[in-house]
């Protein structure tokens, strides 16, 4: 079972940048995709970004040109850094781990996958 637990959230204006982290312990599968959804109260969950373990990268439109995602060499540490933020970026944001690659798993927000408590980010305009 893996473990996620995430860091990093917070408040800022908008065009400002902040940096998620997310500490990965415990068993990941052989094939699995690591990554980062968000939600924003009462709207559906939203796939942001993800890394597969073999390093390959998928972004969504929400988080493509703006968000870069990055995992340590140990893949015990993953980040998500944030620039350019805008309002409508204003979510609970969650690290996640699900079995498969990413292409499909970041679109549909890793409706199988495990995932952390979650960090708030807020962007006031």
């Known amino acids: 079972q893996v473990q996620l637990v995430e860091s990093g959230g917070g408040s800022v204006q908008g065009g400002g940048s902040l940096r998620l982290s997310c500490t990965v312990s415990?068993?990941?599968?052989?094939?699995?995709?690591l990554g980062w959804f968000r939600q924003a109260p009462g709207k559906k969950r939203e796939g942001v970004a993800g890394i597969d373990s073999d390093g390959r990268v998928t972004y969504t439109d929400s988080g493509k040109g703006r968000f870069s995602i990055s995992e340590d060499i140990a893949k015990t540490s993953l980040s998500l850094q944030m620039n350019k933020l805008k309002p409508e970026d204003t979510a609970m944001y969650y690290c996640?781990?699900?079995?498969?690659?990413?292409?499909?798993?970041?679109?549909?927000?890793?409706?199988?996958?495990?995932w952390g408590q979650g960090t708030q980010v807020t962007v006031s305009s």
């Open positions: 415990g068993n990941t599968y052989s094939t699995y995709c």
């Open positions: 996640a781990a699900e079995l498969g690659t990413c292409v499909a798993t970041v679109e549909l927000g890793f409706p199988e996958g495990t």
